[in-house]
């Protein structure tokens, strides 16, 4: 079992940054992925971005590559998401999760993630 608290999130004006963090309860045996997640009001849960357990692997949704920037800490076992030039349509609630398997194969894809947080509220204003 794998908890997952996500904080960080908050109200920004446009073009300004916020540093999400992930912290996970456990550490699982073997690999692991966290993807990062949002869901704005009345859409679907969209993907961000993932990081694999080693940190080698990153893999960006088009509309965030080259602002925002997803990292880990395994010491402290969180993972950052480092959101930079946010834009209006970057409002959304973030959500972090955990696919207990290698990295490879669709870590864009919601249905791959086992656990889940409860999310944060980010608001970019105009």
């Known amino acids: 079992q794998v908890q997952l608290v996500e904080s960080g999130g908050g109200l920004v004006q446009a073009g300004g940054s916020l540093k999400l963090s992930c912290a996970a309860s456990a550490r699982t045996s073997g690999s692991y992925v966290v993807g990062w997640f949002r869901q704005a009001p009345g859409e679907e849960r969209d993907f961000v971005a993932a990081?694999?357990?080693?940190?080698?692997?990153?893999y960006y949704a088009d509309s965030v590559k080259g602002r925002f920037t997803i990292s880990r800490d395994d010491n402290e076992n969180i993972v950052y998401l480092q959101m930079d030039s946010l834009k209006p349509e970057d409002t959304a609630v973030y959500y972090c999760?955990?696919?207990?398997?290698?990295?490879?194969?669709?870590?864009?894809?919601?249905?791959?993630?086992?656990?889940w947080g409860q999310g944060t509220q980010v608001t970019v204003s105009s």
């Open positions: 999760a955990a696919r207990l398997r290698s990295w490879g194969g669709t870590v864009w894809f919601r249905g791959e993630y086992e656990y």
């Open positions: 990081i694999s357990w080693s940190g080698a692997g990153r």
